[in-house]
């Protein structure tokens, strides 16, 4: 069997359980399952938090396309957006690089300078790494730490059945600036919305939003929006056993998405509800906690959410303004 025959998740899964990996071990609060790894309180009572993830040329980036500042920064702040995902604050940035041995100093000089403004951005500081030779495409690996007390810890399994759904900020838009960077290349791209080119280049991690969300102590799962609600929603789902039903004309969709998805002749509304690379949380909680935590967040932050749904017995579903209702689906999947 092949990789693009089972997808990223089912090798995940097929990994953990063929090979033995442990959810839990001494030390180890949670293995694999959630947006990182939690290990045991420190002598503070604080938990840290251990996450990675990397890009790679072409499959994640075309690199006449993105500025190595761009690079730098989008590779930290995606690991970032994985410790917010939890509710904590990052720490410690562990970058490993592989470049051919032709590629300019001048150009790694400008990728560490993202991802140390990035990194120093959220409180996280630069402390090591490795870097390598390759012959092929560049690989840029990133393990980042994070801290977070013990009752604000947030985990995607948490939902329960008649929890309301809420995300920070606007869907789709990071897939509107891509698309049009396909479609039309760089310059024109940022000719007709540099906005969402930078949605799309320079993502900014939800880490304050995180914290006045646990702050309320009403969050019952929460996780990031990495690969699209059409894909994300599903995981916590399946992680909290139980099924989501979101309405269509509920998701945030930006005034620049709405414009561009005309040009693109496509809908603004497919997009945010398929369209990865967006960073904004997704979070449950109980009906009557709803108002608080929007008032929260937005208070402290600036930053909107959005009620675009309720958790349900089963199924994962988007409900049209028609009344159609159909599977959700979309999202990045890295094998196909």
Same mark, same amino acid.
């Given at each position: 069997?092949?990789?693009?025959?089972?997808?990223?998740?089912?090798?995940?899964?097929?990994?953990?359980?063929?090979? &033995?990996?442990?959810?839990?071990?001494?030390?180890?609060?949670?293995?694999?399952?959630?947006?990182?790894?939690?290990?045991?309180?420190?002598?503070?009572?604080?938990?840290?938090?251990?996450?990675?993830?990397?890009?790679?040329?072409?499959?994640?980036?075309?690199?006449?396309?993105?500025?190595?500042?761009?690079?730098?920064?989008?590779?930290?702040?995606?690991?970032?957006?994985?410790?917010?995902?939890?509710?904590?604050?990052?720490?410690?940035?562990?970058?490993?690089?592989?470049?051919?041995?032709?590629?300019?100093?001048?150009?790694?000089?400008?990728?560490?300078?993202?991802?140390?403004?990035?990194?120093?951005?959220?409180?996280?500081?630069?402390?090591?790494?490795?870097?390598?030779?390759?012959?092929?495409?560049?690989?840029?690996?990133?393990?980042?730490?994070?801290?977070?007390?013990?009752?604000?810890?947030?985990?995607?399994?948490?939902?329960?059945?008649?929890?309301?759904?809420?995300?920070?900020?606007?869907?789709?838009?990071?897939?509107?600036?891509?698309?049009? /960077? &396909?479609?039309?290349? &760089?310059?024109?791209?940022?000719?007709?919305?540099?906005?969402?080119?930078?949605?799309?280049?320079?993502?900014?991690?939800?880490?304050?939003?995180?914290?006045?969300?646990?702050?309320?102590?009403?969050?019952?799962?929460?996780?990031?929006?990495?690969?699209?609600?059409?894909?994300?929603?599903?995981?916590?789902?399946?992680?909290?056993?139980?099924?989501?039903?979101?309405?269509?004309?509920? /998701?945030?969709?930006?005034?620049? /998405?709405?414009?561009?998805?005309?040009? &693109?002749?496509?809908?603004?509304?497919?997009?945010?509800?398929?369209?990865?690379?967006?960073?904004?949380?997704?979070?449950?909680?109980?009906?009557?906690?709803?108002?608080?935590?929007?008032?929260?967040?937005?208070?402290?932050?600036?930053?909107?959410?959005?009620?675009?749904?309720?958790?349900?017995?089963?199924?994962?579903?988007?409900?049209?303004?028609?009344?159609?209702?159909?599977?959700?689906?979309?999202?990045?999947?890295?094998?196909?």
């Amino acid at each position: 069997m092949k990789l693009s025959e089972i997808g990223e998740e089912a090798l995940i899964a097929h990994i953990v359980n063929k090979h &033995l990996l442990p959810r839990s071990a001494p030390g180890l609060l949670m293995g694999v399952g959630d947006d990182a790894a939690v290990m045991s309180p420190d002598e503070h009572g604080l938990l840290t938090l251990l996450t990675t993830d990397m890009l790679t040329e072409r499959m994640d980036y075309l690199i006449d396309m993105i500025t190595p500042y761009q690079l730098g920064w989008k590779s930290v702040a995606v690991n970032i957006s994985d410790i917010a995902a939890m509710g904590g604050l990052p720490t410690w940035t562990f970058p490993s690089i592989g470049f051919r041995p032709d590629t300019e100093v001048s150009y790694i000089d400008e990728l560490y300078r993202g991802m140390i403004e990035c990194a120093r951005r959220f409180g996280s500081v630069l402390a090591g790494g490795d870097t390598n030779s390759v012959k092929g495409d560049a690989v840029i690996s990133i393990c980042q730490m994070g801290k977070v007390e013990e009752a604000r810890l947030a985990l995607r399994s948490s939902a329960r059945i008649g929890d309301r759904i809420l995300v920070t900020g606007c869907l789709g838009d990071s897939l509107g600036g891509l698309t049009l /960077l &396909l479609k039309y290349g &760089l310059d024109e791209a940022l000719r007709i919305n540099s906005r969402l080119v930078d949605a799309h280049y320079m993502p900014m991690p939800r880490v304050p939003e995180a914290r006045s969300a646990t702050e309320t102590g009403a969050i019952h799962a929460m996780m990031d929006l990495s690969d699209g609600l059409g894909a994300d929603l599903p995981k916590l789902c399946r992680a909290s056993k139980v099924g989501a039903l979101v309405h269509a004309d509920s /998701l945030p969709v930006s005034n620049d /998405l709405r414009n561009v998805a005309k040009v &693109l002749g496509t809908s603004a509304t497919d997009m945010a509800a398929s369209g990865g690379e967006d960073f904004e949380l997704l979070m449950t909680a109980e009906t009557d906690a709803v108002e608080g935590i929007i008032r929260t967040i937005e208070g402290e932050t600036g930053t909107r959410v959005t009620e675009i749904g309720e958790i349900t017995a089963g199924g994962v579903e988007i409900l049209y303004h028609d009344g159609t209702r159909k599977p959700l689906t979309g999202g990045w999947e890295h094998f196909a």
